[in-house]
């Protein structure tokens, strides 16, 4: 398949795993693009720009292909060294950067003067082309379906997807929900170039997270994720757990006056425990509704050879014999 993402980046196939917090190391962002799709590393799971630029090493080791590196914008008051994340990108000399979070802008000249392809991750249309006036070179639109960071308008792909195409000039994937060929093929249909998985690549075999999350998401159906933060406006969804429910019954007993003190030990510093130490139970974790469509953990190359052929057949056999004549 080619299409404005494949050339874009130059990848074979138009998937691309998303940055993934304590999920997204330099062992899946190679075995993702080792198997033909855009493999990340996520920026902010390494503590300093040092340890970002021995993790680039590590992938480089890996992996010939492109792959790239997610750079999160907190809205947070004690900022992270993004200049020194920046430079640790530029100098290991990966060609592209997903953002996401608040506006890259303040960052697009030195990331585009080292010749690096930038797509942001996006939640509405309005946001989608604020990127594209920026100059982001594509966006990734992320539905309410999504796990992380949904944003607060609540739109679904069904209808976000066929509005961005309607606006947008630059190259965008699909992003929330994406599991299969069938998702690929959808993306396409409704305007997209491509897609982008964040829960599906964590139930692969290379996700070095522990075997607990992967059979989490497997036993998990599509009716198991919950809205967390909501009345911060900082919403997030997330596998239902006994530390989500604790959460969720603090928001409903304290109501608009809660604060991120609150919560903080259901949501801070949580994420080592759950990846590495299989602890389901520490803390709210991200994950898509798409769970309900994943039933078992293949290899990266597996997943997303089935996924091309899955739509390549859906394309050539149910799609095109459906037209009579
Ligand atoms: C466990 C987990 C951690 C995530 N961490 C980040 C992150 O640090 N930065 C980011 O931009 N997106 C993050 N995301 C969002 C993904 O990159 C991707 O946009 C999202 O998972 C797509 O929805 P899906 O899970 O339905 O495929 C995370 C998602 C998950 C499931």
Not at 16 to 35: D, K, T
Not at 101 to 128: D, F, Y
Not at 164 to 170: G, R, T
């Amino acid at each position: 398949m080619k299409t404005r993402i494949t050339e874009l980046f130059g990848i074979q196939h138009p998937i691309i795993q998303g940055g993934m917090h304590f999920v997204g190391f330099a062992e899946l962002a190679a075995a993702v693009s080792n198997a033909g799709a855009l493999g990340i590393i996520t920026g902010l799971t390494q503590r300093t720009p040092a340890d970002l630029a021995n993790e680039i090493r590590r992938c480089r080791d890996l992996t010939d292909k492109p792959f790239g590196v997610n750079l999160t914008f907190l809205p947070t008051v004690a900022s992270p060294d993004y200049p020194g994340y920046i430079r640790a990108i530029i100098e290991g000399g990966v060609k592209i950067v997903e953002t996401a979070g608040n506006n890259p802008q303040k960052w697009m000249p030195a990331l585009h003067e080292a010749g690096i392809k930038v797509i942001h991750k996006c939640t509405s249309v309005r946001h989608s082309l604020k990127a594209e006036a920026i100059g982001c070179d594509a966006v990734s639109v992320d539905g309410f379906e999504c796990g992380g960071h949904p944003g607060e308008d609540d739109v679904p792909n069904f209808i976000l997807l066929p509005r961005a195409a309607e606006e947008l000039k630059i190259p965008f994937v699909a992003s929330g929900g994406m599991a299969d060929g069938r998702s690929l093929v959808a993306a396409m249909a409704l305007g997209a170039d491509g897609m982008n998985m964040g829960t599906r690549f964590m139930a692969t075999k290379e996700a070095p997270i522990h075997d607990n999350v992967k059979q989490a998401i497997v036993a998990a159906s599509e009716l198991d994720t919950r809205l967390v933060m909501r009345p911060l406006r900082n919403t997030e969804r997330v596998l239902r757990n006994a530390a989500v429910d604790r959460l969720l019954e603090k928001e409903r007993e304290l109501g608009a006056s809660i604060k991120f003190e609150d919560i903080i030990e259901q949501v801070a510093g949580v994420y080592p425990k759950i990846m590495k130490e299989g602890a389901m139970d520490a803390g709210a974790w991200s994950c898509g509704m798409v769970a309900g469509l994943i039933r078992d953990v293949p290899s990266c190359r597996e997943l997303v050879d089935r996924i091309m052929a899955q739509a390549e057949s859906i394309i050539r056999q149910r799609l095109a014999g459906s037209l009579s004549g």
